[in-house]
């Protein structure tokens, strides 16, 4: 369960626009035992197929979105971690081996607070 009044735990940090690489989150500091980590990445491809989450993390869940001319996409990652003792994380990247250099991918991170 979340704190709804308040639910972040820690101060979100600013995304990492990767580029030509796999997106990497950045690092969090949690200020509460048991606060869930949640790394999101997005990647400009058609490929929604072959991401991993990165080591550690669970609940992988991908999404794609395609234009209608399919000339544009973006691919959207998220997987959670549970942090039992507050502190720093850095969650590694999210791992595709079919990327190519022409895709521009970023990362951000969020903690939720337990209620």
Same mark, same amino acid.
């Given at each position: 369960l979340?704190? +709804?009044a308040s639910p972040l $735990?820690? =101060?979100? %940090?600013a995304e990492t626009s990767t580029g030509n690489d796999e997106p990497n989150p950045p690092s969090i +500091? +949690? $200020?509460h035992n048991n606060a869930m980590v949640i790394a999101f990445g997005a990647v400009n491809s058609t490929d929604n197929t072959s991401f991993t989450a990165p080591s550690g993390y669970t609940e992988l869940t991908v999404s794609a979105? @395609?234009?209608s001319t399919a000339v544009q996409s973006c691919v959207v990652m998220?997987?959670?971690?549970l942090l039992p003792t507050a502190g720093a994380e850095n969650p590694a990247a999210f791992t595709n081996s079919? @990327? +190519?250099a022409d895709?521009? =991918?970023t990362g951000w991170t969020i903690a939720?607070? %337990?209620?």
């Open positions: 979340v704190d +709804t $735990s820690g =101060t979100v %940090p +500091t +949690t $200020s979105a @395609l234009d998220m997987a959670n971690k079919a @990327l +190519t895709e521009d =991918t939720l607070k %337990p209620a």
